[in-house]
């Protein structure tokens, strides 16, 4: 299945987030701490590329105050990525999921990097 994972640059240091599979789309709208999260996916692929990266977990924040968590991980070939954000006394809900082969997640990571780099200069 299909991953894109694309970043739009924003003033103030604040960015959008779209996560897109084949069948689902969701967006992030003012996410901060944009290149933190560009750097750490790029490390997991990198460690999965050496079949070192099970399991990692990373907060993203918008603007606005806003929470989720992107659960990244890795099984005999398969990566799977949950978005999940808290609600308030029901329990999390998933925003997005994605399942796919480690050469579809590369290949989503690596071009996230290149264009976030691409942004920057």
């Given at each position: 299945?299909?991953?894109?994972?694309?970043?739009?640059?924003?003033s103030?240091?604040?960015?959008?987030?779209?996560?897109?599979?084949?069948?689902?789309?969701f967006?992030?709208?003012?996410?901060?701490?944009?290149?933190?999260?560009?750097?750490?996916?790029?490390?997991?692929?990198?460690?999965?590329?050496?079949n070192?990266?099970?399991?990692?977990?990373?907060?993203?924040?918008?603007?606005?105050?806003?929470?989720?968590?992107?659960?990244?991980?890795?099984?005999?070939?398969?990566?799977?990525?949950?978005?999940?954000?808290?609600?308030?006394?029901?329990g999390?809900?998933?925003?997005?999921?994605?399942?796919?082969?480690?050469?579809?997640?590369?290949?989503?990571?690596r071009?996230?990097?290149?264009s976030?780099?691409?942004?920057?200069?």
């Open positions: 299945m299909k991953l894109q994972l694309i970043i739009y640059k924003k103030g240091g604040k960015a959008n987030i779209i996560f897109k599979s084949t069948d689902t789309e967006r992030i709208d003012g996410m901060l701490n944009r290149l933190r999260l560009v750097a750490e996916l790029e490390q997991l692929r990198l460690a999965i590329n050496a070192g990266g099970k399991a990692s977990w990373f907060e993203l924040e918008d603007s606005k105050g806003m929470f989720w968590m992107l659960e990244c991980r890795c099984l005999n070939g398969i990566v799977g990525l949950d978005l999940w954000r808290q609600g308030d006394d029901e999390a809900f998933t925003d997005f999921s994605w399942n796919g082969s480690t050469r579809e997640f590369d290949k989503a990571i071009y996230l990097t290149t976030c780099e691409e942004a920057e200069h």
